[in-house]
């Protein structure tokens, strides 16, 4: 992973997740892209604003992505920093931005309770949107050397070459010691065949140290935090499987509620 993209609202949590970014960039030796997307306030009347204004603020904003920069480089002198700062929907900014990057590092929510709702929908918008490997830092969560690793996944069917190459970045990077999980809950089938195809997907990472797990939860969000907290990972890894429109609509999709309740950063990796 050598380029990475950090969209920010300026709000303390997701400054945790430049922070969370600039220092994994650095252990990477990746470069940084910080990102502001801004939007004419809902209140607003859009004919007040003219393109003058929408500049000036662009202009603005891009100072303030310059001292955040700036702050990074006391600690890391040699990390290539980028900054980007463009008017629309955060979504739609992130997703034309995206292009070019290995990954996008987003905090989970945004400048307080109104915030939260909105940046953490942003977060969830670009996990379903964007095909790309996005990492999401929950509040608080900060960055140590990634030694311990959980890769969630219930199916052999979705570990890909490309899942197989971004943890093995990860595990080459660090010297990380791979956790493989399978949560099994009452509608899951029996733990036998957990294990099974837990005892397959391990096959696919021959040059790792790994673990088998297969643990029983009411829910699989749960099981997954349960576990992660308790051998003190510094990253989780899904993958998200496709889901039926009925499902989308009538339950809760794992990785979106992941995305809400982490514990731990979190790294979604498509399956394509």
């Known amino acids: ?31 940084i892209t910080l990102l502001h997307a801004f939007d004419i306030p809902i209140f607003a009347d859009q004919l007040y604003f003219e393109n003058e204004t929408i500049a000036n603020w662009e202009k603005d904003f891009n100072k303030l992505l310059h001292d955040i920069a700036g702050e990074i480089h006391k600690k890391h002198a040699g990390l290539l920093i980028n900054t ?20 996008i590092v987003m905090g989970s929510k945004g400048h ?4 939260d709702a909105i ?4 977060t969830s918008d670009v996990v379903r949107r964007i ?14 050397p990634v030694k311990n690793i959980v890769l969630a996944c219930h199916k052999e069917s979705l570990i890909s070459n490309r899942i197989v190459s971004n943890i093995q970045d990860f595990a080459d990077s660090f010297g990380a010691r791979l956790n493989l999980l399978n949560v099994v809950t009452e509608v899951a089938g029996p733990v036998t065949a957990a294990y099974a ?35 003190k990972a510094n990253l989780v890894v899904i993958v998200p499987d496709k889901h039926s429109l009925f499902e989308r609509i009538f339950t809760e999709i794992h990785t979106t509620h ?3 309740v982490a514990h731990r950063a979190l790294l979604i990796i498509p399956k394509g």
């Open 112 to 115: 307080g309770n109104i915030g």
């Open 197 to 231: 195809e837990i005892e397959k997907i391990k096959d696919h990472f021959p040059g790792i140290e790994t673990s088998t797990n297969v643990i029983a939860a009411n829910k699989v969000v749960d099981g997954i935090n349960e576990f992660s907290d308790q051998i």
């Open 1 to 31: 992973m050598k380029n990475i993209l950090i969209p920010t609202d300026f709000s303390p949590n997701a400054l945790f997740a430049v922070n969370f970014g600039a220092e994994l960039a650095a252990n990477m030796n990746a470069s």
């Open 258 to 260: 992941m995305v809400k």
């Open 131 to 144: 095909k790309k490997n996005i990492l999401v830092i929950p509040p608080d969560v900060v960055f140590t």
């Open 84 to 103: 980007i700062s463009r008017f629309g929907q955060a979504a739609d900014v992130i997703a034309e931005q995206a292009t070019g990057y290995d990954l």
């Open 119 to 122: 940046f953490g929908n942003v």
